[in-house]
Protein backbone atom coordinates (compact mmCIF):
# COMPACT_ATOMS: atom_id res chain seq x y z
CA UNK A 1 0.00 0.00 0.00
CA UNK A 2 1.33 3.53 -0.81
CA UNK A 3 1.03 6.06 2.26
CA UNK A 4 1.20 9.12 -0.51
CA UNK A 5 -2.11 10.66 0.43
CA UNK A 6 -3.36 7.39 2.58
CA UNK A 7 -5.27 8.31 6.02
CA UNK A 8 -2.83 6.92 9.25
CA UNK A 9 -3.65 7.21 12.97
CA UNK A 10 -0.73 6.78 15.31
CA UNK A 11 -2.03 6.09 19.33
CA UNK A 12 0.29 7.82 21.68
CA UNK A 13 1.87 10.13 18.54
CA UNK A 14 2.92 13.23 20.43
CA UNK A 15 6.40 11.89 21.73
CA UNK A 16 9.26 9.98 21.86
CA UNK A 17 9.10 6.83 19.31
CA UNK A 18 5.37 7.74 18.22
CA UNK A 19 6.57 10.98 16.92
CA UNK A 20 9.17 9.18 15.34
CA UNK A 21 6.49 6.95 13.48
CA UNK A 22 4.74 9.47 12.50
CA UNK A 23 7.10 11.84 11.01
CA UNK A 24 8.28 8.79 8.92
CA UNK A 25 4.77 8.62 8.10
CA UNK A 26 4.30 12.11 7.13
CA UNK A 27 7.28 12.14 5.28
CA UNK A 28 6.46 9.63 2.99
CA UNK A 29 3.40 11.06 1.76
CA UNK A 30 0.34 9.75 4.92
CA UNK A 31 -2.18 12.11 5.60
CA UNK A 32 -1.77 11.91 9.83
CA UNK A 33 -4.30 11.69 12.74
CA UNK A 34 -2.24 12.11 15.83
CA UNK A 35 -3.74 10.45 18.94
CA UNK A 36 -2.57 12.00 22.04
CA UNK A 37 -3.22 11.29 25.88
CA UNK A 38 -2.32 13.84 28.07
CA UNK A 39 0.93 15.39 25.66
CA UNK A 40 -1.42 17.84 23.94
CA UNK A 41 1.34 20.46 23.54
CA UNK A 42 3.79 17.86 21.95
CA UNK A 43 0.56 16.68 19.76
CA UNK A 44 0.09 20.11 18.58
CA UNK A 45 4.38 21.16 17.97
CA UNK A 46 4.42 17.77 16.36
CA UNK A 47 1.10 18.63 14.28
CA UNK A 48 2.42 21.74 12.90
CA UNK A 49 5.97 20.20 12.16
CA UNK A 50 4.38 17.87 9.56
CA UNK A 51 2.01 20.58 8.22
CA UNK A 52 5.24 23.05 7.52
CA UNK A 53 7.88 20.36 7.05
CA UNK A 54 5.90 18.15 4.24
CA UNK A 55 3.24 20.16 3.88
CA UNK A 56 0.97 17.19 4.70
CA UNK A 57 -3.22 17.61 6.16
CA UNK A 58 -2.77 16.90 9.74
CA UNK A 59 -4.90 16.80 12.98
CA UNK A 60 -4.95 15.77 16.64
CA UNK A 61 -7.41 13.82 18.56
CA UNK A 62 -7.58 13.09 21.80
CA UNK A 63 -8.49 9.44 24.00
CA UNK A 64 -7.41 7.67 27.07
CA UNK A 65 -7.54 4.65 25.82
CA UNK A 66 -7.85 3.04 29.15
CA UNK A 67 -11.36 4.01 28.46
CA UNK A 68 -12.44 1.06 25.85
CA UNK A 69 -15.40 3.39 24.19
CA UNK A 70 -13.51 6.11 24.19
CA UNK A 71 -11.00 4.13 22.29
CA UNK A 72 -13.81 2.81 19.65
CA UNK A 73 -15.11 6.42 19.43
CA UNK A 74 -11.58 7.46 18.13
CA UNK A 75 -11.46 5.50 14.73
CA UNK A 76 -15.02 7.28 13.82
CA UNK A 77 -13.67 10.41 14.86
CA UNK A 78 -10.87 10.08 12.21
CA UNK A 79 -12.87 8.96 9.58
CA UNK A 80 -15.43 12.13 10.26
CA UNK A 81 -12.41 14.64 9.79
CA UNK A 82 -10.38 12.68 6.60
CA UNK A 83 -13.16 10.63 5.54
CA UNK A 84 -11.30 7.30 5.11
CA UNK A 85 -9.11 5.10 7.74
CA UNK A 86 -6.34 3.51 5.78
CA UNK A 87 -3.48 2.54 8.54
CA UNK A 88 -3.77 2.35 12.33
CA UNK A 89 -0.43 1.88 14.58
CA UNK A 90 -1.14 0.96 17.95
CA UNK A 91 1.91 2.30 19.49
CA UNK A 92 0.21 3.87 22.68
CA UNK A 93 1.65 1.94 25.69
CA UNK A 94 1.45 1.69 29.88
CA UNK A 95 4.95 0.86 31.29
CA UNK A 96 5.67 0.51 34.63
CA UNK A 97 7.46 -1.06 36.95
CA UNK A 98 5.83 -3.67 39.09
CA UNK A 99 7.13 -5.67 41.26
CA UNK A 100 5.62 -9.03 41.85
CA UNK A 101 4.77 -8.80 45.48
CA UNK A 102 3.24 -5.34 45.21
CA UNK A 103 1.72 -5.57 41.94
CA UNK A 104 -2.13 -4.31 42.37
CA UNK A 105 -5.45 -5.16 40.27
CA UNK A 106 -5.12 -1.59 39.43
CA UNK A 107 -1.57 -1.84 38.27
CA UNK A 108 -2.43 -5.22 36.13
CA UNK A 109 -5.85 -3.40 34.89
CA UNK A 110 -3.78 -0.14 33.41
CA UNK A 111 -1.23 -2.19 31.40
CA UNK A 112 -3.86 -4.90 29.81
CA UNK A 113 -6.71 -1.67 29.42
CA UNK A 114 -4.01 0.55 27.03
CA UNK A 115 -1.45 -2.05 26.05
CA UNK A 116 -4.37 -4.92 24.90
CA UNK A 117 -7.69 -4.11 25.29
CA UNK A 118 -7.61 -0.84 23.59
CA UNK A 119 -5.95 -1.91 20.34
CA UNK A 120 -8.65 -4.55 19.86
CA UNK A 121 -11.21 -2.11 20.07
CA UNK A 122 -10.03 0.24 18.11
CA UNK A 123 -9.30 -2.46 15.54
CA UNK A 124 -12.76 -3.40 15.61
CA UNK A 125 -14.30 -0.16 14.62
CA UNK A 126 -10.94 0.72 12.10
CA UNK A 127 -11.65 -2.45 10.00
CA UNK A 128 -14.82 -1.85 8.63
CA UNK A 129 -13.54 1.92 7.70
CA UNK A 130 -10.67 0.26 6.22
CA UNK A 131 -12.64 -2.01 4.35
CA UNK A 132 -14.88 0.48 3.12
CA UNK A 133 -11.37 2.41 1.87
CA UNK A 134 -10.82 -1.07 -0.38
CA UNK A 135 -7.83 -2.37 2.67
CA UNK A 136 -6.09 -1.56 5.20
CA UNK A 137 -2.87 -1.94 7.29
CA UNK A 138 -2.86 -2.13 11.09
CA UNK A 139 0.70 -2.16 13.14
CA UNK A 140 0.88 -3.18 16.62
CA UNK A 141 3.84 -1.95 18.48
CA UNK A 142 4.78 -5.03 21.09
CA UNK A 143 8.01 -5.61 22.85
CA UNK A 144 10.84 -8.27 22.46
CA UNK A 145 10.39 -8.96 26.16
CA UNK A 146 6.80 -10.08 25.11
CA UNK A 147 8.82 -13.68 24.68
CA UNK A 148 11.21 -12.85 27.17
CA UNK A 149 9.32 -11.21 30.28
CA UNK A 150 11.04 -8.89 33.14
CA UNK A 151 10.29 -10.18 36.32
CA UNK A 152 9.76 -6.78 37.38
CA UNK A 153 6.73 -5.75 35.11
CA UNK A 154 4.75 -8.40 34.83
CA UNK A 155 1.68 -6.66 33.34
CA UNK A 156 3.21 -4.69 31.19
CA UNK A 157 5.05 -7.97 29.92
CA UNK A 158 1.67 -10.12 29.82
CA UNK A 159 -0.04 -7.36 27.93
CA UNK A 160 2.58 -7.66 25.06
CA UNK A 161 2.07 -10.96 25.02
CA UNK A 162 -1.62 -10.51 24.69
CA UNK A 163 -1.02 -7.93 22.30
CA UNK A 164 0.79 -10.49 19.82
CA UNK A 165 -1.54 -13.24 19.99
CA UNK A 166 -4.11 -10.31 18.92
CA UNK A 167 -2.12 -9.50 16.21
CA UNK A 168 -2.08 -13.46 15.02
CA UNK A 169 -5.81 -13.75 15.57
CA UNK A 170 -6.73 -10.41 13.86
CA UNK A 171 -4.29 -11.08 10.86
CA UNK A 172 -6.69 -14.86 10.50
CA UNK A 173 -9.97 -12.16 11.21
CA UNK A 174 -9.08 -8.99 9.03
CA UNK A 175 -7.31 -10.84 5.80
CA UNK A 176 -8.04 -10.44 2.86
CA UNK A 177 -8.28 -6.88 3.14
CA UNK A 178 -6.66 -6.28 6.05
CA UNK A 179 -3.38 -6.94 6.96
CA UNK A 180 -2.14 -7.33 10.62
CA UNK A 181 1.77 -7.00 11.43
CA UNK A 182 3.45 -6.57 15.13
CA UNK A 183 7.08 -4.83 15.60
CA UNK A 184 8.75 -5.87 18.68
CA UNK A 185 11.27 -3.52 19.61
CA UNK A 186 14.18 -4.08 21.78
CA UNK A 187 15.86 -0.86 23.55
CA UNK A 188 15.12 2.32 21.45
CA UNK A 189 14.65 4.47 23.47
CA UNK A 190 14.94 4.63 27.55
CA UNK A 191 13.12 6.28 30.01
CA UNK A 192 14.70 9.58 30.95
CA UNK A 193 15.38 8.35 34.74
CA UNK A 194 16.95 4.95 33.67
CA UNK A 195 20.00 4.72 35.64
CA UNK A 196 23.30 4.57 33.67
CA UNK A 197 24.47 1.51 34.85
CA UNK A 198 21.60 -0.21 33.79
CA UNK A 199 21.85 1.17 30.20
CA UNK A 200 25.14 -0.08 30.27
CA UNK A 201 23.70 -3.38 30.56
CA UNK A 202 20.99 -3.27 28.25
CA UNK A 203 23.82 -2.03 25.64
CA UNK A 204 26.11 -5.02 26.39
CA UNK A 205 22.92 -7.75 26.47
CA UNK A 206 22.54 -7.18 22.67
CA UNK A 207 24.33 -8.10 19.64
CA UNK A 208 24.63 -5.40 18.06
CA UNK A 209 26.31 -3.89 21.34
CA UNK A 210 23.80 -0.66 20.66
CA UNK A 211 20.78 1.15 21.75
CA UNK A 212 18.43 0.71 19.20
CA UNK A 213 16.69 4.29 17.90
CA UNK A 214 12.88 5.32 17.17
CA UNK A 215 13.62 5.50 13.77
CA UNK A 216 14.43 1.83 13.63
CA UNK A 217 10.90 1.00 14.81
CA UNK A 218 9.35 4.12 12.72
CA UNK A 219 11.04 2.47 9.23
CA UNK A 220 9.67 -1.24 9.65
CA UNK A 221 6.50 0.35 10.07
CA UNK A 222 7.00 2.34 6.91
CA UNK A 223 8.13 -1.18 5.31
CA UNK A 224 5.00 -3.11 6.88
CA UNK A 225 2.69 -0.54 5.53
CA UNK A 226 4.22 0.10 2.14
CA UNK A 227 6.42 -2.80 1.43
CA UNK A 228 4.68 -6.23 2.91
CA UNK A 229 1.21 -5.96 1.08
CA UNK A 230 2.09 -10.07 1.18
CA UNK A 231 3.18 -10.29 4.72
CA UNK A 232 0.22 -10.41 7.29
CA UNK A 233 0.77 -12.10 10.87
CA UNK A 234 4.39 -11.64 11.81
CA UNK A 235 5.66 -10.50 14.97
CA UNK A 236 9.28 -8.76 13.46
CA UNK A 237 12.00 -8.14 15.87
CA UNK A 238 13.50 -4.88 16.12
CA UNK A 239 16.26 -5.44 18.52
CA UNK A 240 18.93 -5.70 18.01
CA UNK A 241 19.42 -9.49 18.32
CA UNK A 242 18.61 -8.96 21.65
CA UNK A 243 15.70 -11.90 21.53
CA UNK A 244 18.19 -14.65 19.98
CA UNK A 245 21.08 -13.43 22.81
N1 LIG B 1 11.07 2.83 24.17
C1 LIG B 1 11.58 1.60 23.95
O1 LIG B 1 12.81 1.37 23.98
C2 LIG B 1 10.62 0.47 23.66
C3 LIG B 1 11.09 -0.85 23.74
C4 LIG B 1 10.22 -1.89 23.46
C5 LIG B 1 8.91 -1.62 23.10
N2 LIG B 1 8.47 -0.33 23.03
C6 LIG B 1 7.08 -0.07 22.64
O2 LIG B 1 7.08 0.95 21.66
C7 LIG B 1 5.95 1.83 21.86
C8 LIG B 1 6.44 3.26 22.04
O3 LIG B 1 7.39 3.30 23.10
P1 LIG B 1 7.63 4.64 23.95
O4 LIG B 1 8.74 4.37 24.87
O5 LIG B 1 7.68 5.81 23.03
O6 LIG B 1 6.23 4.68 24.76
P2 LIG B 1 5.86 5.59 26.02
O7 LIG B 1 6.62 6.86 25.97
O8 LIG B 1 5.96 4.77 27.27
O9 LIG B 1 4.29 5.84 25.78
C9 LIG B 1 3.78 6.30 24.54
C10 LIG B 1 2.51 7.07 24.74
O10 LIG B 1 1.45 6.23 25.23
C11 LIG B 1 0.43 7.11 25.60
N3 LIG B 1 -0.47 6.59 26.65
C12 LIG B 1 -0.15 6.09 27.86
N4 LIG B 1 -1.29 5.86 28.56
C13 LIG B 1 -2.33 6.22 27.76
C14 LIG B 1 -3.75 6.24 27.93
N5 LIG B 1 -4.37 5.89 29.07
N6 LIG B 1 -4.51 6.67 26.88
C15 LIG B 1 -3.93 7.07 25.75
N7 LIG B 1 -2.60 7.09 25.53
C16 LIG B 1 -1.81 6.67 26.54
C17 LIG B 1 1.09 8.38 26.13
O11 LIG B 1 0.47 9.48 25.45
P3 LIG B 1 0.41 10.97 26.13
O12 LIG B 1 1.84 11.36 26.37
O13 LIG B 1 -0.27 11.80 25.09
O14 LIG B 1 -0.40 10.83 27.39
C18 LIG B 1 2.56 8.18 25.77
O15 LIG B 1 3.18 9.33 25.28
C19 LIG B 1 5.21 1.27 23.07
O16 LIG B 1 4.15 0.43 22.63
C20 LIG B 1 6.27 0.47 23.81
O17 LIG B 1 5.72 -0.56 24.59
C21 LIG B 1 9.30 0.71 23.31
Known sequence: MRLQGKVALVTGAARRVGRSIALAL????????????????????LAADIRDGFGRDVAIFKADLSDARQAARLADAVVRRFGALHALVNNASV??????????????DDHLDVNLRAPFFLSQAAAPRMRE????????????????????RIPYCV??????????????ELAPDIQVNAILP????????????????????APLKRLG????????VIYL?????????????VDGGRMIA
Not at 39 to 44: L, N, T, V, Y
Not at 159 to 172: F, P, R, V, Y
Request: without cysteine; hydrophobic residues 40%.
Open 26 to 45: GEKGARLALHYNRSKREAQR
Open 95 to 108: YEVNRFGQTSPRDW
Open 133 to 152: AGGGKIINIADWAAYRPYTD
Open 159 to 172: SKAGLIALNTALAK
Open 186 to 205: GAVLLPDDYPPRKRAAVIRA
Open 213 to 220: TPRDVAEA
Open 225 to 237: IEGGDFITGVALP
